[in-house]
């Protein structure tokens, strides 16, 4: 069974655009057999990475010196095959997600390589993430304004020499619903989100054909 951990970083939590297109795509996970947890960074006190000295690289390989509720995160996501990042885009990310992702360094292990003319890591043997999936909403019109969340969570992947498996996308966000209801089109980019999580889990990959229902107006 394919196991995931889904951390939406919107402030807004179950009332926002996000959280209406990740529940779709969880959705179509759970439809193939997937087990999924979903968690809210804004529930979750996650101070900061205040550690400059990279505690967890070098004095606690693997331990955080921070005690917050990311000691609760920690196992959640070693035990993971799949971590979804969910997030509205801001500038680029909003504070909450953004301390979630700084606080993923205890899981990398410090033994870097070169790559590509890239300096890399890899996760710990202990962490089982074989996937990272973005799941992204924007107020603005044009798929692009997504770009700098996109490679944010890629260059994540890439460092933790783990697979970025994709993103769903979704801009203009707020034209899913109307009077409080989702519009049809809005079902149709739902429907799309969902077919694009079950395709992840049974398939492995997110067909390109699938995701770009993301952009229907």
Request: glycine share 2%; hydrophobic share 45%; net charge neutral.
């Given at each position: 069974?394919?196991?995931?951990?889904?951390?939406n970083g919107s402030p807004q939590m179950e009332k926002g655009n996000t959280a209406l297109v990740l529940a779709s795509f969880i959705q179509g996970m759970m439809d193939a057999g997937a087990e999924v947890e979903l968690l809210y960074a804004s529930r979750l006190t996650v101070k900061p990475c205040s550690c400059g000295v990279m505690y967890c690289w070098d004095d606690g390989p693997g331990e955080?010196?921070?005690?917050?509720?990311?000691?609760?995160?920690?196992?959640?996501?070693?035990?993971?095959?799949?971590l979804i990042l969910a997030t509205p885009v801001y500038v680029p990310l909003p504070?909450?997600?953004?301390?979630v992702v700084n606080?993923?360094?205890?899981?990398?292990?410090?033994?870097?390589?070169?790559?590509?003319g890239r300096t890399r890591?890899?996760?710990r043997e202990d962490v089982g993430i074989q996937k990272i999936v973005l799941v992204a909403t924007s107020g603005w019109r044009e798929v692009e304004n997504c770009?700098?969340?996109?490679?944010?969570?890629?260059?994540?992947?890439?460092?933790?020499?783990?697979?970025?498996?994709g993103a769903v996308l979704r801009p203009h966000a707020d034209a899913m619903r109307a009077d409080g209801k989702v519009t049809r089109d809005g079902q149709a980019v739902l429907d799309a989100v969902r077919?694009?999580?079950?395709e992840l889990v049974k398939e492995g990959r997110m067909n390109q054909e699938t995701l770009r229902g993301r952009a229907m107006k």
């Open positions: 069974m394919v196991r995931a951990v889904a951390i955080c010196c921070i005690q917050d509720d990311m000691q609760l995160l920690y196992p959640k996501l070693k035990a993971a095959d799949v504070g909450d997600m953004q301390n606080r993923l360094m205890p899981l990398i292990e410090p033994k870097l390589e070169r790559r590509q890591a890899r996760f770009d700098t969340v996109v490679r944010i969570v890629k260059e994540l992947a890439e460092d933790a020499s783990t697979e970025f498996a077919r694009a999580g079950n």
